[in-house]
């Protein structure tokens, strides 16, 4: 098993990528990993939620500064994730097959389910804690193209509902939301 597939198999397993996934809060993670990137609002007409990056894992946050969703962009052949022990940033090359990546589930005993397929791709989905993670095979290079025989990962999106805390007054600005 590679690196990325063990990484993206826990990642289904538990939704959590070592101390970021949906649910953590803001400020912990910058306590753990440092600054992320901060991108742009989602939608333009309000200030939250935000986009923050670490590696290239993009990040979801809410203005009470929970992460909502975690997306794992794999279709640039590599992986930037913090590791596990040293939480600095890690590359490993990304190439994951459906075939490799549900046996990898099986291995680390993932519950895991088909989601539904579109054209020219398919869905492998696992919840954890109301948490759902979804992980999408590409099945065709392209519109004429015949079927792929292994389908391979394009990129992986969890994504969980909350009950917003009340807001703090640290929360109330556009910053990590740390005292
Ligand atoms: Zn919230």
């Given at each position: ?10 990642f ?8 970021i ?49 975690v ?14 022990r ?12 459906y ?18 397929d ?11 804690d ?32 909350h ?7 640290d ?9």
């Amino acid at each position: 098993m590679t690196a990325s597939t063990r990484i993206l198999a826990e990642f289904a397993r538990t939704a959590r990528i070592g101390p970021i996934g949906c649910g953590a809060a803001l400020p912990e993670l910058v306590a753990a990993l440092g600054r992320p990137f901060v991108g742009d609002p989602v939608d333009s007409t309000s200030r939250w939620p935000r986009w923050f990056g670490y590696g290239n894992l993009q990040l979801v946050v809410c203005q009470c500064r929970l992460v909502v969703q975690v997306i794992v962009p794999v279709w640039h052949g590599e992986i930037e994730v913090p590791d596990a022990r040293t939480h600095a940033m890690v590359s490993h090359p990304s190439e994951v097959t459906y075939s490799q990546f549900t046996a990898a589930l099986d291995a680390v005993g993932c519950d895991w389910r088909r989601g539904r397929d579109l054209p020219g791709q398919c869905t492998v989905e696992s919840e954890v804690d109301g948490i759902r993670t979804g992980f999408v095979f590409v099945t065709t290079e392209g519109y004429d193209e015949p079927p792929l025989a292994d389908p391979v990962l394009n990129k992986a999106v969890s994504s969980a509902f909350h009950d917003c805390p009340p807001l703090t007054p640290d929360q109330e600005g556009d910053d990590f939301g740390v005292a």
